[in-house]
């Protein structure tokens, strides 16, 4: 199995989405994850969502999704006591998460300059909304809410429709993945410079990358993008979303050759004959026309069809499909980007995603399965030097 971070430690104190996300791509790649959760109570992804008997038993879906690979320790970080465990197993790691609301962490004695003093090898992930330093540092906010600020919302949608989200929590995930880099980034600075790193990561810098090419045009011309709907950034007029028979092909010829296989694998000789479309200039001053006589041979043929066509001829187009559909094409299977598991109480199969990439031809999976709130923290405490008496002692004033 490709496993480049065994042997690696990672403490989690992170919660949610985009924290856990990164610490899962870290447990992927073989990396020891332990997740230290609020005794009782537990990530707040444990609970909700549907299937009310993982939600009992604090194993709901949003949590399952991505906290496989890690074991989980229960801990009052409020107490002296729990501080102390804390600190302990932070000496033996190699790095530490958290998606706290900066300053939170040095409040509870555990911020960058305290860790560093007891382990000068760490890299130190702080994960937050806004980052750690900045006008907008000590505000909350959520994948919504940085999707509305970040202008992402006034360029999704056609014209006139408002502002419109994302459907999916991508700020977050993206901020996993970034989270992730950055660490594995962090890791070889350690080796390197022999000392501590603390790597800063903001869900508002991670939505914004997201669009780079945007903010490099507008910081350049001053150019601001509107919504556009399903066309392409290209503006491109043999791109876009084109009706179809059945339902809507999204279809990118951009470029000459791309135009010129397209309309020879729809049958369309014709257009290339005609002196309105010739060029590249002149497809673009008659943009209007060459949609129309697209579109009316694409209304001749389900969407698939036409799929099945340019996929010959190489040309990008793709149906228009449901997330249902598209996870029931054997690219997926394929691809291998899920994987079977199975909880204890729960009869039926939950699917869970893997490693986004392959890794000579195969794709990464943890063979440890999310753990019930808490199962591993007499392992994980005796482990580091607590006896049974300790533990019990422990248990017993709640702080494990």
Not at 67 to 88: C, F, I, M, Y
Not at 224 to 245: I, Y
Request: proline share 5%.
């Amino acid at each position: 199995m490709f496993q480049p971070l065994k042997g690696i430690r990672v403490i989690d104190l992170s919660q949610v989405l985009a924290g856990p996300y990164a610490t899962y791509q870290l447990a992927l790649m073989g990396a020891e994850v332990i997740k230290i959760e609020k005794p009782g109570e537990g990530d707040w992804t444990r609970t909700g969502g549907p299937l009310p008997g993982l939600v009992e038993q604090r194993m709901a879906l949003g949590f399952l999704g991505h906290n496989a690979g890690k074991r989980s320790v229960t801990l009052d970080l409020k107490t002296p006591e729990g501080l102390g465990v804390a600190l302990q197993l932070m000496a033996d790691a190699d790095v530490f998460v958290e998606n706290f609301k900066p300053g939170v962490a040095e409040r509870l004695g555990l911020g960058f300059e305290a860790l560093r003093g007891i382990n000068p090898k760490l890299v130190y992930c702080s994960i937050s909304a806004f980052g750690q330093d900045g006008p907008f540092s000590n505000r909350p906010a959520y994948d919504h809410v940085i999707q509305g600020m970040c202008g992402i919302m006034l360029t999704t949608g056609k014209p006139g429709d408002g502002p419109v989200k994302v459907g999916a929590p991508y700020i977050d995930y993206a901020t996993g993945m970034n989270a992730a880099m950055a660490i594995m980034a962090a890791l070889r600075e350690v080796d390197r410079i022999k000392a501590a790193v603390h790597v800063d990561v903001a869900m508002l810098d991670t939505a914004m990358t997201l669009m780079a090419s945007l903010m490099t045009t507008h910081l350049t011309t001053g150019w601001k993008p509107v919504q556009n709907g399903n066309e392409a950034w290209s503006a491109s007029p043999s791109s876009g979303a084109f009706e179809t028979a059945d339902g809507i092909l999204m279809l990118a010829a951009n470029h000459d050759a791309q135009f010129r296989d397209m309309c020879m694998a729809i049958g369309r000789e014709d257009i290339l004959q005609d002196p309105r479309w010739e060029t590249v200039a002149e497809r673009h001053a008659n943009w209007k026309s060459l949609r129309e006589t697209l579109e009316e041979t694409f209304l001749t043929e389900p969407a698939m069809h036409w799929e099945d066509v340019l996929a010959v001829a190489a040309v990008p187009a793709g149906r228009i499909r449901g997330l249902d559909e598209m996870l029931a094409e054997p690219q997926i299977a394929a691809r291998g980007l899920t994987r079977e598991i199975h909880v204890d109480g729960h009869e039926g199969t939950i699917h869970i995603p893997t490693m986004s990439f392959k890794v000579n031809g195969a794709n990464s999976t943890s063979e440890l399965m999310p753990q019930q709130l808490g199962a591993d923290t007499d392992a994980v405490l005796r482990a580091a030097g607590y006896s049974q008496d300790t533990l019990d002692a422990l248990r017993s004033a709640k702080v494990i």
